[in-house]
């Protein structure tokens, strides 16, 4: 998978720019705050329909701007031009046709009704200093990283999620409603309402079924992957352990009919507790990914540097998920990540370079290509220095001019 041209309107800093990029390493340097990120946070946003850096499409529509659009021509696995466009128009009290913000998926030209419809088109995995927060941050940021991989590589994960989604809202609204005028009493409930709680109970255990079945299953895998990364990037010091955590009782040899019943069966066991929260306690929504090092916690016992390696360990695991599951090497962006790692982080990183089209950004871009340079004789890749042709891209103010450095 390559991309070929980067078109940004209205997006961030840039007003109107378009970007003819190469294969092999695609060099973005300048200051600091001069627009290098947003590039990248763009091509991101065409593989995931979201932002690295924000849940928000209206933070990223460039100042006085009402609208954004980012538009990808790239190469697909077979071979084939292809071409994504999204657009986002925030609503307006002004204007009684937009009461509402708009966001437009199209690929090759056509509509897509959907944002599922869009996961899988295609493939990019982003290595960030934000990644740090897959640590430091809580349960949330976790999911968020597992459910992007999954869905790149499942887009009926997505399609499945969204309508857990949509359920557990449902669901929750009813929980509350019911907290105010029963006082939270189960047992004060009619027939009727009961009979409505038992729709969103069965509807939202056959999505969390089919959720965590296919999250142990990815789950399995990236604790095999970032574990072997890290036994690497540690020199066999270090042992990453990912647990995956989710509604007690579930077992990972239990099949998606055995979660289904259990999860069913919990609903209605906390349903005392569910109402006087006025929210659904337990599901996939509170899952989360437990990680340790040689047996302790990562977040409070674990260094820095510890940390930042099991980080990169995840990235490597998500990295080898999407080369094994769609046969391709996805678009590597590497944001600034260069003056984050050290010489050891810095080459397992590198390795994986291989065949793929690469993004990095930068402040000093004779250094970082030295560094490239250095890390991939130093790992055997010399004979890929000829496919690996770098490009250089100077980024100043949000305007991006091609040169050779």
């Excluded at 995931?48 to 100042?63: K, P, V």
Aim: a neutral charge; hydrophobic letters at 35%; glycine letters at 6%.
């Amino acid at each position: 998978m390559r991309v070929r041209q980067i078109e940004l309107k209205q997006f961030r800093n840039y007003g109107q720019q378009s970007i003819t990029v190469e294969p092999g390493i695609n060099v973005f340097y300048g200051d600091n705050a001069q627009g290098k990120t947003n590039i990248l946070e763009a091509v991101y946003l065409c593989a995931c329909a979201r932002s690295h850096r924000t849940a928000r499409d209206a933070e990223m529509i460039r100042h006085q701007a009402d609208r954004y659009a980012v538009r990808l021509e790239f190469i697909s696995q077979n071979g084939t031009e292809e071409e994504l466009l999204l657009e986002f128009q925030e609503s307006s009290t002004h204007d009684p046709n937009r009461g509402h913000s708009i966001r437009t998926v199209r690929h090759n030209g056509i509509r897509l009704e959907k944002i599922s419809e869009m996961m899988g088109l295609f493939h990019a995995v982003i290595f960030a200093p934000e990644d740090l927060m897959l640590v430091k941050e809580g349960p949330a940021t976790r999911r968020r990283y597992l459910d992007l991989l999954i869905s790149q590589v499942r887009p009926s994960y997505f399609l499945n999620l969204q309508q857990y989604s949509r359920y557990l809202q449902q669901r929750n609204k009813l929980l509350k409603d019911l907290r105010i005028a029963h006082s939270g009493r189960a047992g004060e409930l009619n027939e009727e309402t009961r009979l409505h709680l038992e729709v969103w109970n069965q509807a939202l255990a056959a999505q969390a079924a089919g959720l965590i079945e296919q999250r142990q299953q990815y789950c399995r895998r990236i604790a095999d992957l970032a574990g072997q990364a890290q036994e690497k990037i540690s020199a066999g010091k270090e042992k990453l352990y990912v647990k995956y955590r989710t509604v007690s009782g579930i077992k990972p040899e239990m099949t998606r009919a055995q979660i289904e019943a259990l999860y069913y069966q919990k609903l209605n066991t906390l349903l005392q507790e569910d109402l006087e929260k006025g929210t659904t306690s337990q599901g996939p929504h509170r899952d989360d990914l437990e990680l340790s090092l040689d047996g302790d916690g990562l977040k409070p016992f674990a260094s820095q540097g510890q940390q930042r390696s099991a980080v990169l360990s995840l990235k490597l695991a998500e990295l080898a998920i999407l080369r094994q599951d769609t046969g391709e090497a996805p678009v590597l962006l590497l944001d600034d990540v260069m003056s984050e790692l050290d010489e050891g982080r810095r080459a397992s990183l590198l390795e994986n370079i291989q065949d793929a089209q690469v993004f990095v950004t930068c402040t000093d871009a004779q250094q970082v290509v030295r560094e490239i340079r250095h890390e991939l004789k130093e790992t055997e890749h010399t004979s890929q220095l000829a496919g690996n042709r770098f490009t250089y891209y100077r980024v100043s103010q949000g305007t991006v001019f091609r040169d050779g450095v």
